[in-house]
């Protein structure tokens, strides 16, 4: 148990919702979620598929811990050929939507094909049908949930939707759930706006069951107070989410600045976590109004922020006015120091907007950011942006171009295209600060060297959820390594890159890691799960997934030569900081990992390799 | 020894269920650990206890029966299926008893009595027996178990210690 076996597969073609068995010779070796939804992505796809083709597939996938009393328990992701970058995409969401999923009794949704009108799948149990969504078209994330509601006449249905910028097929749209938690990255939105299926409405009364009920329920408690007691998972992110990091970040000069131009933001302060704690001059409360749990989560991490009813971006629009997803660190960073922006208010605005239309705001801040430069250079005009200068610094800009985006409207169409097209478009293709066509996150690899190693192998593109480096190099966990070196490095990513894989199967959080180690999270596994669930065998099966990702990569033609930087980061030093005088220092580590990895020299798995995990 | 009211279970205070909406983040651990005290499965939708979302003003508030001790419910059913427990004072459903005519439901003013299709009952809090699991599970505080003479008196303190007595008294 854990896991329902089952999974539902609806062919939008035909218009058909069949229930089958979940492959548990597969579920053995792949878990749940991020590795098992892959596997039927590999046995299922052509890798050469145009993203956004009828024959690319869409999956939505828990893990076997998804909906039980472990905490983080809240993750489902969205699998798929990614259209931002024609490599595999994985998106992780929290929210409540992954957990009523399973209780519906489902493991896993496989859409397939392509609808001919607008579609939502509803799920109520076992009764899985489509349903016409004309009315739900052209609708935001939250008129859609708000719609579904109305019509079913059932408040408590989990909604996970795509909005407007799904619709338009903005490159880096997502799948928003729960209003304001995202299946962030990679445009698996579009991929889904491409099928013309708007949204699933779930409602589930079936419950999840674990293995060993008593084990379970002692270990998820003891591991639960390690949680609680953790400095980071007890006291800084409750109390600051993840925006914990940006002052820290900006000290260590490793914070991307004005299209990574620099790496430190003079206006940092004004939009970090503490900031959103500060009373506003104008109307005396903070932007914070409280943290918020995912489903099952006991570090509750989330931030409901509000926008000041006076401030220049809601004037007149009271559906503004309400409390909503606020900014976590990577959104607070692309739209403010990336964009230099360090206007709290419009960054929310920004966010809510990003929510409501499901658009990833990293992506779309770093793609505004280039394009920032790219207009003062004069490859970008007022012709182009429709008179709207487009300056760093430029809070008006920001709430436009979201705006802009959102609608597919005018320049916010080539916004819409992401940073790397968008610098190939008007001739400056060294201003996108991408790998395999994907934005790269807060962290400049300059100031954090292994971060660079962890964008440039990242198998759905600069990510930094992917081996988050930034735990031993900056706030040393498990243990502290010098952000400056690259000895160690190599090894130190692809240990991160085999437990995340691990983790992101499981349907637990991959920010439980802050206090968990793989080896706290291994016996909530192992007794919720059917069978042995050793450390080595979780090991091993981060790594088979690993490899399987890239098998995917390699077959749709993304080689070696795309685990690059850009041009920027390995030549441009770092102006300030600790990192002052410094590039990151690529080239010293790739050829260690593909070793350490068992690849080829140009970063192929070798047949030894692929034996060893039963590929 | 300070003589306060005791149940009849000798030395046992009577306890209640403490609800605070600023400590509920959402977590829905609550219904979870409910569900599985009752069916043997984490299912939310068979909680006893419900947490609801009031999204624009950034609040969750966990809701149940606050055990009137008069009860509503227990005065509408017209077939005795709600009795009392005597160590904790809980309004007990009577399972063989109930035949789900759903007229508590209608009676009680809170709506904490709900009717569960699947098996033809009404379904609500019975608070565990005297150890409710609702409150071992939350992981902020939100849903405590505490002496049921009591309710009321944190809320009470924090006024005070918010009150400025010295220019008063």
Redesign the interface.
Known sequence: MGWQKKILRVNLTEGTCTPEPLNMEWANQYLGQRGLATKYLVEEVDPKVDPLSPENKLIFATGPLT???A?TSARYSVITKGPLTGAVACSNSGG?FG?ELK?AGWDMIIFEGRSDKPVYLYINDDDARLLPADELWGKSTWETEKALHRMHQDPQLRVSCIGRAGENQVLYACVVND?HRAAGRSGVGAVMGSKNLKAIAV???????VAD?QRFLQVVAEK?RIL?ENAVTGQGL?TYGTQVLMNIINELGALPTRNAREVQFEGADKVSGEAMHEPRGSEGKPNL??????????I?CGR?A?IDKEHFTVINKPEYW???GGLEYENAWSMGPDCGVDDLDAMTYANFICNEQGIDPISFGSTLAAAMELYEAGAITDEHTGGVPLKFGSAEALAKMVEAVANGEGFGKDLGLGSKRLCEKYGKPELSMTVKGQEFPAYDPRGIQGMGLTYATSNRGACHLRSYTVSSEVLGIPEKTDPLVTEGKPALVKAFQDVTAAVDSSGLCLFSTFAWSLEDIQPQIDAACEGEWSLDRLMEMGERIWNLERQFNLAAGIDGSEDRLPKRLVTEPASSGPAKGMVNRLDEMLPEYYQLRGWTPDGVPTPETLQRLGL | MVKRYRNNKENEMQRSLSLDPEKC?????CE??C??EY????????SRIKVFAF??????VPYTCTQCADAWCRNACPVDAIAIDANTGAKVIVENRCVGCKVCTIACPFGTVNYDH?RGKVMKCDLCGGDPACAR?C??GAITWVDADWTGYDRMRQWAEKTDNAAHV
């Open positions: 909906g039980t009393p905490s409540y957990a209780f209003l409602r589930g009364s079936q419950g999840t069951q009920p639960k609680a409750p109004v409280r943290n918020q749990a995912c489903f099952g989560c006991t509750a409901i509000r309400g409390a909503s | 983040t959402g977590c829905l651990q979870m650990a569900s599985n069916e043997g499965r984490f299912n939310p939708a068979h999204h624009d003003e950034g609040r969750f699947t599970a992981p902020t």
